[in-house]
């Protein structure tokens, strides 16, 4: 079986996806956190595996970036491989300043400059959501492990360089904790199909300012929120 973006067998994704922006972190995940892991998609070197994580079937595949990338894999897992939950794991920006590089931030909601909601609901504007029910979990163990957690809405953008003056001070003003690209394209295709999606994050660099993880700090920190994202199954 084949769908335009994913070659693989009928029933190669268990029905827990969890998608990080980059391939070969899904291929770190698999190799780290998965029992007995097989790779079932390679096209475009879109890596994608599937195997156990304390018994639980699991699957991990790249999500690549923005919305456009999130929205074909996404659709097509639900589509064509019947997944019902999927976890974005990826890394932000922290935009105020008790947002900290390292924390982990859960986007409760997904704010967006995108039309893609609008294009799917006819113009109105959409209250992109994460499922409660991971997000419960997902606090949960959290909190378990003893990792700093905040939860609220992020910013999908569609400009990684966004020349605006403005937009951040406007988007600190209403809330939003961290930026990134692809969590309100995934919460619309999780409402078009009726599955569960979440978008899990670790502050990897402060917009105002500036600091940046180092490699190792941003692979450590990556492991923490994997660990939460599992902690969901
Ligand atoms: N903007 C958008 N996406 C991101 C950022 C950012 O500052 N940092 C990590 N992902």
Avoid: W
Wanted: charged fraction near 20%.
């Amino acid at each position: 079986m084949a769908t335009p973006h994913i070659h693989a067998p009928e029933g190669a994704f268990a029905e827990t996806v969890l998608m990080p922006g980059d391939p070969l972190r899904a291929k770190h995940i698999a190799e780290t956190f998965l029992t007995d892991a097989v790779c079932v998609n390679t096209v475009r070197n879109m890596f994608g595996y599937t195997g156990t994580y304390k018994g639980k079937p699991v699957s991990v595949l790249g999500s690549g970036m923005g919305i456009p990338s999130m929205s074909i894999y996404a659709t097509e897992l639900v589509k064509f491989y019947g997944v019902k939950n999927i976890i974005r794991i990826g890394s932000c920006g922290g935009l105020p300043l008790d947002v900290k590089v390292r924390d982990v931030v859960i986007g409760m909601g997904a704010s967006t400059d995108s039309n893609v909601n609008r294009n799917r609901l006819a113009g109105m504007d959409f209250a992109a959501m994460a499922s409660f029910e991971l997000l419960e979990k997902a606090v949960a163990a959290a909190r378990a492990k003893n990792i700093n957690v905040k939860v609220g809405n992020v910013f999908t953008s569609d400009l990684f360089y966004n020349p605006s003056e403005t937009l951040f001070d406007t988007l600190e003003k209403y809330g939003v904790l961290a930026v990134e690209m692809e969590a309100a394209g995934l919460y619309g295709v999780a409402a078009e199909y009726g599955i569960n999606a979440l978008a899990i994050f670790t502050v990897s660099d402060h917009i105002r300012t500036g600091e940046a993880l180092s490699a190792e700090l941003r692979q450590n920190s990556f492991n923490e929120m994997v660990e939460v994202a599992l902690g969901c199954l």
